[in-house]
């Protein structure tokens, strides 16, 4: 990863904020499915979209809309620390995110 914030390059790299509930946050998409997005919002913050708030409209192919790589925002819905077995990727805490144009605005 690399980073040019401040608290970077100070060598602050193992506390990464953790978004409240209701902070609009934005974030990469990682991974896409038939269930839903993951969105990575930092090295330690991972996001859940489920389908239905992905969107307000009906999308026919959601992985052509959203893509890995692409840069999204929504709002925090809930944070819970990941479960040590399945923390993968170091990631420390679970965002249920909600990318809805209707919540979101």
């Known amino acids: 990863d690399i980073s040019l914030r401040q608290e970077r390059l100070d060598g602050d ?3 990464d904020p953790v978004p409240a509930v209701g902070d609009v946050v934005q974030g990469f998409v990682t991974r ?9 919002l930092s ?9 239905k708030e992905i969107c307000d409209g009906f999308l026919p192919q959601v992985e052509q809309s ?3 790589g692409r840069l999204v ?8 620390k990941a479960d040590k077995k399945k923390g993968a990727d170091g990631v420390k ?6 990318m809805r144009e209707s919540v979101v605005l």
Not at 32 to 40: E, L
Not at 43 to 51: D, E, F, N, Y
């Open 13 to 15: 790299l193992d506390d």
């Open 66 to 68: 959203f893509p890995m």
């Open 32 to 40: 896409t499915n038939k269930m839903g997005c993951f969105i990575r």
């Open 43 to 51: 090295r330690q913050v991972q996001a859940r979209a489920i389908l």
């Open 73 to 80: 925002i929504g709002k925090v819905k809930s944070v819970q």
């Open 93 to 98: 805490h679970l965002v249920d995110f909600d």
